[in-house]
T-cell receptor
């Protein structure tokens, strides 16, 4: 199988930092994506990792370790508008994306 | 530039009916993928088409079919609708390069009653 595992729910306070972890099966790995999805809307692209290391993009960063089958999305200086589901998706071999169930993040004042 | 467009945005159908969902990819993108997203879950891969050929199929019954046209737009067809087919159907396009993400349309919300 190609299970993608991530926590179901997380909570954090406005202004804080939160890390959302994702683990996946490494066979056939061809890239990892993070998407943000607000309720009732389509997923929007946040980041892409295919090599080991950290990719930083403003308040959001994503890390990948291919040997460990592990990634995390780091959100800094949290804002209320960051309350959403965060989807980890892995591309296996071609363009097929396998998604995790998503992590629902709630940011409180 | 227009993004990925899907139609209709919302649809209500009765059990046993047939439905056709449509997707126009971003200009220049040749790959279209379809996903089903049930409330509270991540998107589940249904089909991927590239250059009008099926390149991948997820674990869905034969009631689900799709095709891609010469202009790279795509249709997803579902026959003999079941209540469990109620979901958000997402279309994603990409140019198939190794380092590009898939861009999603706003989706079609299908309700089967």
């Amino acid at each position: 199988g190609q299970n993608i595992d991530q926590p179901t729910e997380m909570t954090a306070t406005e202004g804080a930092i939160v890390q959302i972890n994702c683990t996946y099966q490494t066979s056939g790995f061809n890239g990892l994506f993070w998407y943000q999805q607000h309720a009732g809307e389509a997923p929007t692209f946040l980041s892409y990792n295919v090599l080991d290391g950290l990719e930083e993009k403003g308040r959001f960063s994503s890390f990948l370790s291919r040997s460990k089958g592990y990634s995390y999305l780091l959100l800094k200086e949290l804002q209320m508008k960051d309350s959403a589901s965060y989807l980890c998706a892995v591309r296996y071999n071609t363009d097929k994306l396998i998604f995790g169930t998503g992590t629902r993040l709630q940011v409180f004042p | 530039d227009a993004g990925v467009t899907q139609s209709p945005t919302h649809l209500i159908k009765t059990r046993g009916q047939h439905v056709t969902l449509r997707c126009s990819p971003i200009s220049g993108h040749k790959s279209v993928s379809w996903y089903q997203q049930v409330l509270g879950q991540g998107p589940q891969f249904i089909f991927q088409y590239y250059e009008k050929e099926e390149r991948g199929r997820g674990n869905f019954p034969d009631r689900f079919s799709a095709r891609q046209f010469p202009n790279y737009s795509s249709e997803l067809n579902v026959n003999a609708l079941l209540l469990g087919d109620s979901a958000l159907y997402l279309c994603a396009s990409s140019n198939r390069d190794m380092n590009t993400e898939a861009f999603f349309g706003q989706g079609t919300r299908l309700t089967v009653v």
